[in-house]
């Protein structure tokens, strides 16, 4: 694993989108380079820096195929707080070579939740997998919405929110956790560390604990984060703020060993 750790929100978002677009840059053959995508307050940085880069021509998106993390269950995609709508605003309306079939969002709104689940992990499948995946976690490690004591080997389906998850997104619901949907469709822990490559953004002090338990913890369903200490190849662009409860001797080693990705 590595730990890539900058002064704060701005740098480290810059680092995550350089990455990306190296990645994509990097990619010369014929099938698309496919690309996993999060939502949430960690991202947007990022994808205001690949916006940026895109249109300075130093990126294209043309060859590229998303597929996002997760979708509330029971919420149209005009819902101003659906996950659809979230992609469309910070990056897929801003990209200028971004095709709109080679976006894949799960469907809210279906009637076959569980048909729609094994739907999408077929065409993930089809591409020949996730090249690169990019993820964030919440303060309890959860990743897409991978609640604590989700199994590390779960892949696409329904997902029931916890309370404190509801009442953490309510702030986009007028601050009223019985307004946010109780279940949603998320990709499963062995979906995203099935990926090539996964790169998970944890920025600020209210996730300094997910960091420490990613990085220092034991594997265990109760941080379902701890699932990328077995992958090959995970990055964590994490600020300084996060850094907060790793250990001293942690903190200098991955400063030491990343120092020239400091920006």
Request: with cysteine; hydrophobic share 40%; proline share 3%.
């Amino acid at each position: 694993m590595r730990v890539v750790i900058q002064d704060n929100y701005d740098k480290m978002c810059k680092w995550a989108a350089n990455y990306i677009a190296g990645k994509i840059n990097a990619h010369k053959e014929e099938r698309p380079f496919v690309l996993g995508l999060p939502t949430g307050s960690s991202p947007i940085g990022v994808y205001k820096e690949l916006v940026e880069m895109n249109k300075a021509g130093k990126v294209s998106f043309a060859n590229v195929v998303t597929f996002n993390m997760d979708e509330y269950l029971g919420l149209p995609r005009e819902h101003d707080q659906s996950y659809w709508y979230f992609m469309h605003e910070y990056l897929f309306d801003h990209l200028v070579d971004m095709k709109p079939e080679n976006i894949n969002i799960l469907n809210g709104m279906t009637d076959d939740p569980e048909g729609e689940c094994a739907r999408y992990e077929e065409k993930i499948a089809s591409y020949g997998g996730i090249d690169l995946f990019m993820g964030g976690i919440g303060v309890d490690g959860h990743l897409a919405f991978n609640e604590p004591y989700t199994s590390l080997a779960s892949r696409t389906g329904v997902r029931d929110l916890t309370t404190d998850t509801r009442i953490v997104n309510s702030r986009f619901f007028g601050n009223d956790p019985e307004k946010v949907p109780a279940q949603a469709l998320s990709v499963g822990i062995g979906t995203v560390t099935d990926s090539k490559e996964v790169l998970v953004l944890i920025s600020g002090h209210n996730k300094a604990r997910a960091l420490a338990a990613t990085v220092e913890g034991g594997v265990s369903q109760r941080w379902t984060c701890s699932a990328l200490q077995l992958h090959n190849a995970a990055i964590i662009a994490c600020d300084e703020e996060a850094c907060g409860e790793l250990m001293v001797d942690t903190y200098k080693y991955f400063l030491d060993i990343e120092k020239k990705e400091r920006l």
